[in-house]
Structures are given as structure tokens and as C-alpha cells.
């Protein structure tokens, strides 16, 4: 039975047309569930019975539910266990702008990048769009509050899962689904280059995120099993691209690994990699796990980084450091209760 979140809004519609109903009812349908969060078929009043019938006949409305929840300051980590009984999480983030939420998109991560905790547990399977809608319906019943952005930057590879993603994303983008609007969406991408191509073609104007992390193919060969597929001058051009046909800025993700891609060296190549750019350097210190041997650059090394870009003519932020006190790494918490 097909879970009646995973369908867009379009998808719905020739669901009802293919029964001889109205595909008007596919709104009614997508705001009784999105607008006024009710599952609870019987009670859709302005739906005759019979079709009522039809649609409680086809489909599920079970989501993922919320078992572990950790908590620090500006942070609220959820680990949700699925009807497989395999395990994702999503992290909420306060900010002084609203409330983001970071979802997940695979069980486990095939990417291997060596500095993350998800990718140390292979990847299970894809999620199915409801799964990722669920991540957001029941956080926003348990906080109580409306997320405002959301980021596809927990567990997994969204390019990975590309068209369950790209239903997710028209889903909560939706005028009559969560209505977020689409600059509040950010895919984050460790950098497939065929589906950055695809994406483009989408003519959709979320944020894109590119996790790039080195600036030569020398080390970011030794952190990114990516990079060894599609290295870094095929993924330039492809961002490169994307940014002259959607005229949209890019942000690149760069973790700070202590003495790994952290010394000025690296920051003078990175900046001249991606000079004349439309692009910003999200710098972000590395949350350390007990299972990989890798340790955060100090304040003072990043800042210097920082510094570096900056006379360089690089737009770049340091990333504020969220989740210290829990289990902040993306994939820990689902990682502790898998080796339970």
C-alpha cells in the first residue's frame, strides 16, 4: 500500500482521474493533510464517503516515528526508527532567522567520505519520499512550531536518491503542502557531477551545497572516494555551469580537519580554485566522533583560514557550531543505537 505522503501534488491528481473523480480533489486531499495536519480520513467533510472509502483503501498514512531525542541549547537531534526497523535522524537548529531542520535521505551513506560518522554505516537503502516528509510533520508536532528552512544534509546522498528527493522537494515547496518557499530548500551534494547536470535542468531555485572540503585532487582523494570518480576540475565545471543556467549562487561546504586541508597553503589554493565565482565558503569546524580518527582545527587556525579567503576576494562564513554537548556528528546518534 503507497504511502500517501510520498505523492506530489500532480501525482494525486491522476490518482483521482484515474478512478473518474475530479483531480480537484487532490488539493482537498493536500490541505487537509499539510494545512491542517489531519490524517484522520473520515472526518475530510467536504469528501464524499464512497471516495473517502476509496482513498483509506489505498493508502497508508503511517509515518515514522520519533524514539530518541537529544538536546543542547540551539539543537534538538531526533532519531526516528522506521517501519523496517532501521534508523535515520534529523537535527533541528534555532537561528536568530527561524527554525531549520536538516533531514535525512538514505539509511547509511555509500560515499565513504572519511570524516563522517554516516558513511562509517553503509548505506541500507534509499528513503522513500514519505519518509522524508515525515521527518518534518512530526518534528513540527513535537516542537510544536513551524520549520521554516530545511537543509537534505543528514544521512545519505540526496543525489543518490535523486527522484524521491526532487517529490520531496515539490512536496514541501507545495502552496497547498508545507509551502516552503523554494530558497528556503538547500540539497547538499558531496558532488555527483551527472546529477548536479540533472538538477540544473529542474529549473527548480533551491540552494545547492556542494561539499568540496580540499582544494586539490591530491587530498580531497584521500577524504572524498568521490573525488576518485569525479574529481575536482569535472566538478568545478559542473558548478560552474550550474551557476551560469540558474543564476544562482553556490555554496561550498569546507570541513576543517586539524593538519588534513587546514594550513594556509590550502586556504591560498582554495581561494585561487574558485576566484570569480559565484560562490560563498561555508567553513565548518569538524564535530569529532570516538570512531574516526580525526581531529577539528583549533578556533585560531580557522580564523586564519578565514582571514586568508577573505583578502582573497572569497566570500566566506565560519558555520556556528551547533550540537557540541549531543551527539552533534551527522549519523552518531543513529550509529549508537544501530550497535546497541
Not at 545519505?156 to 520531496?168: A, Q
Not at 560552474?240 to 553556490?250: L, P, S
Request: hydrophobic letters at 35%; one cysteine or more.
Amino acid at each position: 500500500m503507497n504511502n500517501i505522503y510520498g505523492y506530489t501534488r500532480e501525482k494525486l491528481e491522476e490518482y483521482f482521474l484515474s478512478i473518474g473523480e475530479k483531480k480537484f480533489k487532490a488539493l482537498q486531499v493536500f490541505e487537509w493533510l499539510y494545512e491542517k495536519k489531519n490524517n484522520e480520513v473520515d472526518e475530510w467533510s467536504n469528501i464524499r464517503k464512497e471516495v473517502r472509502e476509496k482513498i483509506k483503501s489505498t493508502f497508508s498514512f503511517k509515518c515514522p516515528k520519533i524514539v530518541r531525542k537529544e538536546r543542547d541549547t540551539l539543537t534538538r537531534k531526533y532519531l526516528f526508527e522506521l517501519c523496517d526497523c532501521n534508523y535515520i535522524e534529523a537535527v533541528v537548529m534555532y537561528h536568530d532567522y527561524g527554525i531549520s531542520l536538516c533531514v535525512s535521505s538514505q539509511v547509511g551513506c555509500n560515499m565513504g567520505c572519511q570524516f563522517c560518522e554516516s558513511g562509517r554505516l553503509k548505506k541500507v537503502r534509499n528513503l522513500e519520499t514519505f519518509e522524508m516528509v515525515s521527518q518534518i510533520l512530526e518534528i513540527e508536532k513535537e516542537i510544536g512550531e513551524r520549520i521554516s528552512s530545511v537543509v537534505i544534509m543528514g544521512i545519505g546522498e540526496p543525489l543518490d536518491n535523486y527522484s524521491s528527493v526532487l517529490s520531496f522537494i515539490r512536496i514541501i515547496n507545495d502552496a497547498k503542502g508545507l509551502a516552503l518557499g523554494i530558497r528556503h530548500i538547500t540539497l547538499s551534494t558531496s558532488g555527483i557531477v551527472p546529477k548536479i547536470y540533472d538538477l540544473m535542468k529542474e529549473n527548480i531555485q533551491i540552494n545547492l551545497a556542494v561539499s568540496l572540503h580540499a582544494p586539490n585532487n591530491e587530498i580531497r582523494n584521500k577524504i572524498m572516494k568521490v573525488n576518485q570518480v569525479y574529481n575536482i576540475s569535472q566538478l568545478i565545471t559542473a558548478i560552474k555551469d550550474y551557476i551560469a543556467y540558474t543564476n544562482r549562487r553556490v555554496t561550498i561546504e569546507y570541513v576543517m580537519l586539524k593538519e588534513i586541508n587546514d594550513s594556509d597553503e590550502c586556504a591560498i589554493e582554495l581561494a585561487n580554485l574558485l576566484k570569480g565565482m559565484n560562490i560563498y565558503v561555508n567553513l565548518i569546524p569538524y564535530n569529532e566522533t570516538n570512531h574516526i580518527d580525526l581531529s577539528k582545527s583549533d578556533a585560531n587556525t580557522i580564523r586564519k583560514f578565514c582571514a586568508i579567503l577573505k583578502n582573497k576576494g572569497i566570500n566566506v562564513t565560519i558555520r556556528k557550531e551547533f550540537g557540541s554537548k549531543i551527539s552533534a556528528a551527522c549519523g552518531q546518534l543513529r550509529s549508537k543505537e544501530v550497535e546497541k
